[in-house]
């Protein structure tokens, strides 16, 4: 008999805020058990173990970056919808960082229909703020990736507490904001 007050839904928060706090690898059964005041094996009645905890983690995550994308950009077009997304993302990166880690190491099947949901979310409101770009049809996977390459390293690092130089980290965000802006307009003749 499960545990009154658990189920799959919260052993997965509860997942989510431990990675945010230690880490997706301190994210054992047993760190969680304890978090949840529960024996180990008694996780086992609610996710099927490591793997489909991590899977979990990374579906919420991208729900959760999907939301705030789609938040963001809501009305905006352009640079400022560019800008918008940008700070979304390194915003979600940097607050979440064990939970965003395992949207980059799933463990399950990456076809997966809630992870793919989700992600379609996240790949529609990228769509969104391209649009406003006029790219070729062949150059939106491109850009796509590069997008999300650009805003998540960016927020990683920061995450991570990777940029030691004395220059200011805010003038550097818009700085990558800027040069991305100009690329997709140069790339799209705008």
């Not at 690898?25 to 996710?47: D, I, N, Q």
């Not at 991590?54 to 938040?71: K, M, P, S, T």
């Amino acid at each position: 008999m499960p545990r009154a007050g658990l189920d799959p839904d919260k052993v997965t928060a509860a997942a989510a805020a431990l990675a945010d706090e230690v880490g997706l690898p301190g994210v054992t059964m047993g760190a969680l058990a304890e978090r949840l005041s529960v024996k180990a094996p008694s996780l086992y009645k609610h996710v099927a173990g490591q793997a489909e905890l991590q899977q979990r983690i990374a579906v919420l995550a991208v729900v959760e970056l999907g939301d705030e994308l789609r938040d963001a950009i809501q009305g905006r077009s352009g640079r400022d919808a560019l800008t918008a997304a940008a700070s979304a993302v390194r915003r979600f990166v940097v607050e979440h960082p064990g939970r965003y880690a395992a949207t980059i190491r799933i463990t399950g099947d990456p076809h997966d229909e809630p992870l793919a949901a989700a992600g379609a979310r996240v790949l529609e409101s990228l769509a969104a703020v391209l649009a406003a770009y006029d790219l070729q049809p062949g150059d939106t996977v491109h850009a796509l990736r590069m997008l999300r390459s650009v805003f998540t390293g960016f927020a990683t690092l920061e995450a991570a507490g990777g940029f030691q130089l004395d220059t200011d980290v805010e003038e550097s965000f818009a700085w990558l904001v800027d040069f991305c802006d100009r690329g997709l307009r140069a790339r799209s003749g705008q």
